[in-house]
């Protein structure tokens, strides 16, 4: 998860563990998807235990997650028989809020139902003076804003892409040049939320320009070229905000995320050919201390991704020792290198050598794994065992990648030997 959005579920359930005793009650969460597994750890190591997850999904019936089983919505009636007001209280992660909540009370719940997210604060459902007064305000920063890109670069289709995630914004980059192509587009300027997107979208083409805003501008943009219906303006994302609802597909048919950005956000034909990243990518300064073809480059961190179990890599690290490879943690940050490893924090421009030089990576599957995609290495992505968002398909179904070796699901012991 990011960390703008793990500190606002944190700051979140604080406010509401000032609320109420939650020792004293059962706690539910509804939806069973990565927020939802990252609010049980968070729970976890502030020392409570999850009752349960709620979620309609027959296929996901019976699964668990340390501990915590996923029961039908209906069947909270059954857990709690006394008093649901004072004896239990449902956290909702999940994007649904509304319509979880609009479920519960229709199947007469009568306990506090609090959300640990806002994944889409367009959605405001309120019609208090002060909400008006606040979405009022962030539209007219929004036109203001829109209005000052408009001069800063005249003429130029205004591309906003709102979510930090590594895997969109390569998604987004490989199949915009055909999207130009059919609507006629000579120019633009990609809106993003942090450097790190700057730095992708530029190694497909270094030319392109690029503005980095800070989450609550480019939203008030986002706002505002919604409500002005500015016609060269567009939102290249599937998820947010909600405004051609692909989400409902995948609960009749598995669509793997780059052909939802193909077909359900450019409109393009499948099969479309993507762009491929053609800026020289940069030489990592400490590249000839690195074993040629005898290392092993770790990524064991995402920000949006279920955390895999630490007993894997340490096997795996175990393994490629023994081998006599010698092991890097990429790290950024505060992170912490794997035991057995040494951290090295190339820029997203300097990876590719790094992996070309040693030989191997091995990473959870994130949009890191994206940018790796067209290196010439040994690649393994390691699946968490998920479900993507509130739908049946697991993380593999929608995540998988053609230009890697081996895609695992990582939920027993992996023989690396076999790989």
């Not at 190591?45 to 019976?62: H, P, R």
């Not at 668990?64 to 919505?73: A, L, N």
């Not at 390569?170 to 000579?186: L, N, V």
């Amino acid at each position: 998860m990011e960390k703008s959005r793990y500190k606002e579920m944190e700051d979140n359930l604080s406010s509401i563990m000032d609320e109420f005793k939650l020792t004293d009650r059962k706690i539910f969460l509804f939806g069973h998807c990565n927020a939802t597994l990252e609010a049980i750890d968070l729970l976890l190591k502030k020392g409570f235990q999850v009752e349960a997850i709620l979620d309609n999904s027959l296929d996901k019936q019976g699964v668990r997650y340390k501990g915590v089983r996923v029961v039908y919505p209906q069947q909270l009636s059954d857990i709690v028989t006394d008093n649901p007001k004072e004896t239990s209280i449902v956290l909702i992660a999940s994007r649904f809020y509304a319509a979880m909540k609009k479920q519960l009370r229709d199947l007469g719940y009568e306990g506090p139902v609090r959300k640990l997210i806002d994944h889409n604060s367009y959605a405001d459902y309120s019609l208090s003076d002060e909400t008006i007064a606040r979405m009022t305000d962030r539209e007219k920063n929004g036109e203001e804003l829109l209005l000052g890109l408009g001069r800063k670069y005249p003429g130029c289709f205004k591309v906003f892409c709102p979510f930090n995630a590594l895997g969109d914004i390569y998604f987004m980059a490989s199949y915009y040049p055909a999207f130009a192509k059919t609507r006629g587009i000579k120019s633009q300027v990609f809106c993003v939320p942090s450097m790190s997107l700057a730095d992708v979208i530029r190694m497909f083409d270094e030319n392109y320009q690029v503005e980095v805003f800070e989450q609550k501008d480019l939203d008030a943009l986002i706002q505002a070229a919604l409500y002005t219906n500015d016609k060269n303006s567009f939102i290249a994302h599937q998820d947010r905000p909600y405004v051609v609802n692909l989400h409902k597909a995948l609960y009749i048919k598995k669509i793997p995320l780059e052909l939802v950005y193909c077909c359900g956000v450019y409109g393009l034909p499948k099969g479309t050919e993507t762009a491929k990243p053609k800026a020289v990518p940069a030489k990592y300064s400490g590249l000839e201390s690195i074993p040629k073809g005898r290392a092993v480059i770790f990524s064991p961190f995402a920000k949006s991704v279920t955390a895999i179990d630490d007993k894997i890599w340490q096997d795996a690290v175990s393994y490629y020792n023994s081998e006599g490879y010698k092991c890097y943690t990429n790290v950024v940050g505060d992170e912490k290198p794997l035991d057995g490893t040494e951290p090295i924090s190339p820029s997203i421009f300097e990876l590719g050598s790094v992996v070309e030089r040693a030989g191997t990576f091995i990473g959870i599957r994130s949009g890191l794994c994206d940018i790796l995609r067209e290196v010439n290495a040994k690649k393994i992505a390691l699946y968490p065992d998920y479900f993507y968002s509130d739908t049946k398909w697991k993380a593999i179904d929608m995540y998988y990648l053609e230009q890697f070796d081996h895609n695992v699901v990582a939920t027993e012991s992996i023989e690396w030997e076999r790989l």
